[in-house]
């Protein structure tokens, strides 16, 4: 699951690669994607589902080394091939993908989808960290130490490239409702509806 396929395959697809820090606000955009029908794989959900399998918490901490464990046992691309594998069942023309965190995986979804868009999330430390406190979700960070070590060990997997060189960036300092406004914007002047 992943390793690349053993059968190379492009897909005649748009992807959509939501980026950002933990609590910048991915999940409410890619809501608003799902909510227009868009069907969506949450990267960090092929990381909880294999901490699952392994029977251990979903503490930051945990989720943190198996998501790098994943990548030295099989590649920087570990986490994108999972992905690639759950929408070669699906039955689309689109996807949106959240949660990518390195080149490799970007790299990874250009090779095998017709076309790639890489939209960046950003908020500053201090409202992911409000964000994350309200969220409470278990591998949230709910110390100030323990948010920016987070911060650092995705920073070191290369995240800040990808959201350096995103083809769009949004700002996500207000409430849900207007990033979900910037979102729509957006899938509207890509789907020419309106």
């Known amino acids: 699951m992943y ?3 053993q059968f190379e395959q492009r897909f005649d697809a748009k992807a959509y690669v939501f980026v950002g820090m ?5 999940s409410m955009g890619t809501e608003s994607a799902r909510e227009l029908g868009i069907p969506v794989i949450i990267m960090g959900d092929v990381v909880r589902e294999e901490a699952t399998r392994r029977g251990v918490a979903h503490s930051p901490v945990t989720l943190g080394g198996i998501m790098i464990g994943l990548r030295r046992k099989y590649g920087d691309d570990a986490i994108a091939n999972a992905c690639i594998e759950k929408f070669r069942r ?10 990518a965190r390195s080149e490799a995986e970007i790299n990874r979804f250009r090779e095998v989808f017709k076309s790639v868009k890489v939209i960046a999330v950003h908020a500053s430390p201090q409202t992911r960290f409000q964000r994350l406190a309200q ?3 278990s ?8 948010f920016h070590e987070r911060d650092l060990r995705e920073l070191g997997i290369g995240i800040g490239r990808v ?8 700002v996500n300092e207000g409430d849900a409702s207007e990033l979900r406004q910037q979102v729509l914007l957006l899938f509207q002047e890509e789907f020419g509806t309106g």
Not at 22 to 26: I, L, M, Q, R
Not at 139 to 146: G, I, M
């Open 3 to 5: 390793d690349r396929c």
């Open 22 to 26: 933990p609590g910048s606000g991915k």
């Open 90 to 99: 699906m039955d689309s023309s689109f996807v949106v993908i959240e949660g």
């Open 135 to 137: 969220r409470k979700r």
């Open 139 to 146: 591998d949230d960070s709910l110390d100030w130490e323990d």
């Open 163 to 170: 959201i350096a060189c995103a083809d769009m960036m949004l």
